[in-house]
């Protein structure tokens, strides 16, 4: 029954080397999000996906990109982790821009060593 | 800059104790509240939302929030939780009519003793 699915729950890569999450919905929203959450802090939006049209938040580092080659699927790359980029990534989904409520995934938790 | 403050960090309650949770935001429009629960090994769930109208809000498993908007808070609510009820809550903002980007609050684990 699972919505939002993310994969892998758990990554673990090495500073430097580039990383792709994975995240794949069965709800056909048009909105997909990321989210990024460090140790003991809330949840904060790099950037949202409304259809093709990609929003990045302006305090976004330029080293997180994303990809939705469709509307089921949504991709985060880091190309360069630091080991300030260990984190919980949620990947979430809604029907609409406001007024509507997000769906999440269980997120990955990436280690950088 | 927007942002939503959560007054408690960790609370430990007894069963069948009541439980309020603070939860305040710093926005001077018109806003969309949440309340979301995470269990453990479990994903963001959406408890309870406030887009309009009655400023009491009932949600899932008996929890309910109230909207004070002179006060920008949306506390919740439950009167007797249960061991089930152990989670992290985050109560979160959205500008109404904008992206849906949401602001969360840093969270409160609650956690209830049998």
């Known amino acids: 029954d699972a919505m939002v699915i993310q994969n892998p729950r758990y990554q673990v890569t090495q500073f430097g080397k580039p990383v792709t999450l994975s995240c794949s919905q069965t709800?056909?929203?048009?909105?997909m999000y990321w989210y990024q959450q460090k140790s003991s802090q809330a949840p904060k939006l790099l950037f949202h996906y409304y259809d093709k049209d990609f929003n990045n938040e302006a305090d976004t580092p330029d080293n997180f990109q994303s990809r939705r080659p469709n509307t089921s699927f949504c991709f985060l790359d880091i190309r360069s982790p630091g080991l300030g980029d260990a984190a919980m990534y949620l990947c979430?989904?809604?029907?609409?821009?406001?007024?509507?409520?997000?769906?999440f995934g269980q997120g990955t938790r990436l280690t950088v060593v | 800059a927007q942002s939503v403050s959560q007054h408690n960090h960790h609370v430990i309650l007894s069963e069948a104790a009541s439980l309020e949770l603070g939860c305040n935001y710093s926005y001077g429009g018109t806003v969309n509240l949440f309340w979301y629960v995470q269990y453990p090994g479990q994903h963001l769930q959406l408890l309870l939302k406030?887009?309009?109208?009655?400023?009491l809000v009932k949600g899932i498993k008996g929890f309910e929030a109230e909207f004070i908007k002179s006060k920008f808070s949306f506390n919740l609510r439950k009167p007797s939780v249960q061991w089930s009820d152990t989670a992290e809550y985050f109560c979160?903002?959205?500008?109404?009519?904008?992206?849906?980007?949401?602001?969360f609050g840093q969270g409160t684990t609650l956690q209830v003793k049998p």
């Open positions: 406030y887009f309009s109208g009655d400023p």
């Open positions: 979160a903002v959205t500008p109404s009519g904008n992206t849906g980007k949401l602001i």
């Open positions: 979430a989904t809604s029907r609409s821009l406001g007024n509507t409520e997000a769906f």
């Open positions: 709800l056909n929203h048009n909105v």
